[in-house]
C-alpha cells in the first residue's frame, strides 16, 4: 500500500488504463500525450457521511458504512467518476497508510458510477473495512471515460463517531435503580382561607375567607378561626420543636443506660408519633411527597379568638398545623390483607390565653369513596402516648415545643377494580370558657379534579399482589443501571434527545405511560393488548428487523425498542380515541435504526451507530421509535427490574426513566462517552 510519500499522480489520458489503476499509475509526460479534450475535475470540497456534517475540520460519520463524495466538473460535459483513495493518519494529522477498500490488495480504491458534470459522485465503503473511532483522509480523482484527472483532490479528513460510547458491561454496580428522594408539589386546593399557589411557589389566586365565626352562644360570644401560611416565625418554631423532642429521646435514653449509638438513633427516631417519620426534616413551608407518603408543612398557622356580643377579644389561641398521608402499597408494607391508606394531623399550640380555660379541637376528615371503612381516629402525644378523644390543651398547662398533638385516622378499602378517593379536612374549635361556642376552619381538600394530587388510589387489579394503595399524582423514576447495561442505557438516552416528545426524558420534563394490565385497548380477537403485542409492531417477525453486521465481542444481540413496549409511547402501542398514541408505526422500518459496534481506536469501548441499511443517512430525528441491535442480556435485562408491582403502576401511569452514565450528556452532535456511577 506505501505510505503518503510514495502516493502516485493519476495518469494523462490516452493510455488506455482503467480508473481503478489510478492508484498504481506513475507521473506522466504531459508533453508527449496527444492534444485532446478538456479534462474533468474533482471538486474543492470533499465530503463524507452520513451525515455530512462537520465537527472542526473533520467530518463526522455516523455510520462504518461511510459515503465519500465529491463534485465533478467535465468542461465538455462529458459525464465522469471519481476514483476515492482513503489512508489512516499519522498523530500529527498526514497521511500514513493507504486502506484497501475493495479488497483487491492491489488498488485498494473504489470508482464511483458515472455522473452528469457539475454532478455529486459518491461511493459507499463496505462494512467492516473503517472502523469507529479512527481519523482517516481521504482524496479523489476523475475520469470522463477517456481523460484523467492529472491532480487528487484536496484531502478531507473524517471519522466514524458514535452517538455514544461505553465499555463492555460491569458485573456489579452500586446504582439502586428504583430509589426516590422526596419531591416538592404545591397544593392546589388548600381552602378558601390560604392562598393558592403556582408550582414556583408565587401567589396564584389570594385567599377567599380570612376569617371563619361560629354561631353565638347563649351569652352572645362567639368564636372566630383565621389561618395563616407559614412565616419565618412559625418555621423557627418548627426548628425547635424538632430540638426539643430529639433532647428529650435523647435523655431518655441515656437515663435508661442505652450505648451511645442508641441514644443517636433514639433522637433519629423523634417526633415518635409521626406517620412519615422522614417528614420532620423537611423544612416548614412548602409540601413533600413519594408514592406512598404526603407531608404538608404549608398549612400554617391557626389563631382562635374568643369575643364578646361587641367583638371584643375576651382570649385567643394559636396553633401551628401539619398534616400527614400514608398509603401501604401491599400486604408486607400494611400488615393487613386489605388495602390501607392513614391520615394524620399535628397540631402544636403556641399561645392559649387563660381566659380560654381550655381549648379542644376536633379534627374531621372527609372522603368520596364507594367502599372505605374508616377507623376512629386515634390521638397521641409527641411521644405516642394516647392523648384522649380530641386534642386537648388546658390553658395553664402546655408546652410550646413538647406539647403536640397527633390525631391518626385510618382507611380500608374493601372495593374491587381500582377507586380514586377525594379527601377533605377542617379542624373543629371549642373553649372551656363556653359550653355552646364553636368555629370551623376549611383545610382544603385532596386537589382539583385534574390534579387530585393528594387523592389515593387503592386496587386490587395487580396479579399475584395484595390490595394496595399509592398516590399516584407522584410520578416515580426508574433509573437504569447503566454500569451493567451501558449499552441499552445510551441507546435510551439518544432516543430521550431525538425523539420529538422526548419520552421519558426528566430533563425534558416528558413522562412515559405504563401499559397497564387494565389498559382498555384490545386486540383483533379481543383479548387484552399486551407488551408482547406492541413489541410484534417495532421489532417482531412482520416487522422487517434484522441483524446488522457487528463485531464478534458485541456478542449475541436482540431489537431493542424504545419507548419500551410496556408503555404507551411504544411505537406499536394503538392508544384509544380519548388518549391517541402520536408515537404509533405501522412498521418498526419506520423507527431510528441504530445498532452497537466495537470501537477501532484501540479502546476496549463500543458504540452505537446508525444502522444505514433502511435509512441511507441515518435517523432524521423526526422518528418517535428506535428500535436498536443490542446485547441480548442487556435488552432482556436493562428494564425487567421495573417495579410495577410495588409501586402499583396501573395503566396510564406516568414515570421517568433517568439514564446516570449518560445524564452529563446535552447533545448528540458530538460523541457523549458513558462515566461509571460508583
Same mark, same amino acid.
Given at each position: 500500500m506505501g505510505t503518503a510519500a510514495a502516493v502516485p499522480t493519476p495518469p494523462a489520458p490516452g493510455l488506455g488504463v482503467?480508473?481503478?489503476? +489510478?492508484?498504481?499509475?506513475? =507521473?506522466?509526460? #504531459?508533453?508527449?500525450?496527444?492534444?485532446? !479534450?478538456?479534462?474533468?475535475?474533482?471538486?474543492k470540497a470533499p465530503s463524507a457521511g452520513p451525515k455530512f456534517s462537520k465537527s472542526g475540520t473533520v467530518w463526522r460519520v455516523i455510520a462504518p458504512e461511510v459515503v465519500l463524495r465529491n463534485t465533478v466538473t467535465d468542461a465538455d460535459g462529458d459525464t465522469s467518476n471519481l476514483t476515492f483513495q482513503?489512508?489512516?493518519?499519522?498523530?500529527?494529522?498526514?497521511?500514513?497508510?493507504?486502506?484497501?477498500?475493495?479488497g483487491s490488495g492491489s488498488y485498494g480504491v473504489l470508482v464511483s458510477p458515472f455522473v452528469a458534470s457539475g454532478g455529486t459522485a459518491k461511493v459507499t465503503v463496505p462494512y467492516g473495512i473503517l472502523k469507529p473511532?479512527?481519523?482517516?483522509?481521504?482524496?479523489?480523482?476523475?475520469?470522463?471515460?477517456? #481523460?484523467?484527472?492529472? /491532480?487528487?483532490?484536496? *484531502?478531507?479528513?473524517?471519522?466514524?463517531?458514535?452517538?455514544?460510547?461505553?465499555?463492555a458491561a460491569q458485573t456489579s454496580s452500586t446504582i439502586d435503580t428504583t430509589t426516590q428522594t422526596n419531591r416538592e408539589f404545591t397544593?392546589?386546593? =388548600?381552602?378558601?382561607?390560604?392562598?393558592?399557589?403556582?408550582?414556583?411557589?408565587?401567589?396564584?389566586?389570594?385567599?377567599?375567607?380570612e376569617r371563619t365565626c361560629g354561631k353565638p352562644d347563649a351569652e352572645g360570644r362567639k368564636i372566630c378561626i383565621e389561618l395563616s401560611p407559614p412565616t419565618a416565625a412559625s418555621k423557627a418554631r418548627a426548628e425547635k420543636r424538632t430540638e426539643a423532642l430529639r433532647e428529650a429521646e435523647e435523655a431518655k435514653a441515656r437515663k435508661a443506660g442505652k450505648s451511645s449509638a442508641e441514644v443517636t438513633a433514639a433522637a433519629a427516631d423523634a417526633p415518635l408519633a409521626d406517620l412519615v417519620p422522614w417528614c420532620s426534616d423537611e423544612p416548614v413551608g412548602k409540601d413533600y411527597m413519594n408514592r406512598t407518603d404526603a407531608c $404538608?408543612?404549608?398549612?400554617?398557622?391557626g389563631t382562635l379568638v374568643f369575643v364578646d356580643t361587641q367583638d371584643a377579644t375576651i382570649g385567643s389561641a394559636t396553633f401551628d398545623f401539619e398534616q400527614r398521608i400514608k398509603t401501604y402499597p401491599n400486604k408486607s408494607a400494611g400488615g393487613s390483607d386489605f388495602a390501607e391508606f392513614d391520615q394524620q394531623i399535628r397540631i402544636m399550640p403556641v399561645l392559649i390565653s387563660p381566659a380560654l380555660e381550655g381549648v379542644t379541637l376536633r379534627w374531621n376528615t372527609q372522603s368520596r369513596c364507594l367502599a372505605c371503612v374508616t377507623s376512629v381516629i386515634r390521638w397521641a402525644?409527641?411521644?405516642?402516648?394516647?392523648?384522649?378523644?380530641?386534642?386537648? *390543651?388546658?390553658?395553664?398547662?402546655?408546652?410550646?415545643?413538647?406539647?403536640?398533638? *397527633?390525631?391518626?385516622?385510618?382507611? /380500608?378499602?374493601?372495593?374491587?377494580?381500582?377507586?380514586?378517593?377525594?379527601?377533605?379536612?377542617? +379542624?373543629?374549635?371549642?373553649?372551656?370558657?363556653?359550653?355552646?361556642?364553636?368555629? /370551623?376552619?376549611?383545610?382544603? /381538600?385532596?386537589?382539583?379534579?385534574?390534579?387530585?394530587? #393528594?387523592? =389515593?388510589r387503592c386496587d386490587d387489579i395487580l396479579g399475584g399482589a395484595a390490595p394496595?394503595?399509592?398516590?399516584?399524582?407522584?410520578?416515580?423514576?426508574?433509573?437504569?443501571?447503566?454500569?451493567? %447495561?451501558?449499552?441499552?442505557?445510551? %441507546?435510551?438516552?439518544?432516543?430521550?434527545?431525538? $425523539?420529538?416528545?422526548?419520552?421519558?426524558?426528566?430533563?425534558?420534563?416528558?413522562?412515559?405511560?405504563?401499559? !397497564?394490565?387494565?389498559?382498555? +385497548?384490545?386486540?383483533?380477537t379481543g383479548g387484552t393488548w399486551t407488551s408482547d403485542n406492541s413489541r410484534n409492531v417495532v421489532c417482531g417477525t412482520s416487522s422487517a428487523w434484522s441483524v446488522h453486521p457487528s463485531d464478534a465481542s458485541v456478542g449475541s444481540v436482540d431489537c431493542d425498542e424504545y419507548a419500551m413496549a410496556s408503555t404507551h409511547e411504544s411505537g406499536g402501542y394503538p392508544g384509544t380515541a380519548a388518549s391517541p398514541n402520536y408515537n404509533l408505526v405501522t412498521s418498526g422500518t419506520k423507527c431510528a435504526q441504530l445498532f452497537t459496534d466495537k470501537m477501532g481506536d484501540g479502546t476496549?469501548?463500543?458504540?452505537?451507530?446508525?444502522?444505514?441499511?433502511?435509512?441511507t443517512n441515518g435517523p432524521s430525528g423526526t422518528e418517535r421509535c428506535g428500535r436498536a441491535a443490542i446485547s441480548s442480556t442487556q435488552n432482556q435485562q436493562a428494564f425487567s427490574g421495573f417495579p410495577a408491582p410495588a409501586w402499583r403502576m396501573l395503566d396510564g401511569d406516568g414515570f421517568f426513566v433517568t439514564l446516570p452514565g449518560f445524564e452529563h450528556c446535552t447533545s448528540t452532535a458530538t460523541t457523549c462517552a458513558w462515566s461509571k456511577i460508583s
Open positions: 482503467s480508473p481503478a489503476e +489510478v492508484a498504481a499509475a506513475g =507521473p506522466q509526460d #504531459l508533453a508527449a500525450i496527444a492534444a485532446g !479534450g478538456a479534462r474533468p475535475v474533482s471538486g482513503v489512508y489512516t493518519t499519522n498523530a500529527d494529522g498526514t497521511p500514513k497508510a493507504q486502506v484497501d477498500l475493495d473511532g479512527v481519523l482517516y483522509k481521504f482524496r479523489t480523482s476523475a475520469f470522463d471515460g477517456s #481523460l484523467y484527472e492529472t /491532480t487528487w483532490s484536496a *484531502w478531507a479528513d473524517f471519522r466514524i463517531e458514535p452517538y455514544v460510547t461505553f465499555p397544593r392546589t386546593d =388548600p381552602g378558601p382561607a390560604l392562598p393558592t399557589l403556582d408550582a414556583n411557589g408565587a401567589v396564584k389566586q389570594k385567599a377567599t375567607q $404538608m408543612k404549608s398549612i400554617g398557622s402525644d409527641d411521644f405516642d402516648n394516647a392523648a384522649g378523644n380530641n386534642a386537648y *390543651w388546658d390553658a395553664n398547662n402546655w408546652n410550646a415545643y413538647t406539647d403536640g398533638r *397527633w390525631g391518626t385516622r385510618a382507611t /380500608t378499602w374493601n372495593g374491587s377494580g381500582k377507586e380514586r378517593i377525594d379527601l377533605g379536612w377542617s +379542624v373543629t374549635a371549642s373553649v372551656d370558657a363556653s359550653s355552646t361556642a364553636i368555629a /370551623t376552619a376549611d383545610f382544603g /381538600t385532596s386537589g382539583i379534579a385534574q390534579a387530585q394530587e #393528594l387523592a =389515593p394496595g394503595c399509592v398516590l399516584p399524582f407522584f410520578k416515580p423514576i426508574y433509573t437504569v443501571d447503566t454500569n451493567k %447495561y451501558p449499552a441499552a442505557g445510551g %441507546y435510551y438516552w439518544y432516543m430521550q434527545q431525538v $425523539m420529538p416528545d422526548h419520552a421519558g426524558s426528566k430533563r425534558w420534563d416528558s413522562l412515559m405511560h405504563y401499559l !397497564g394490565p387494565d389498559t382498555p +385497548v384490545k386486540t383483533s476496549a469501548n463500543f458504540g452505537l451507530l446508525a444502522d444505514t441499511r433502511t435509512a
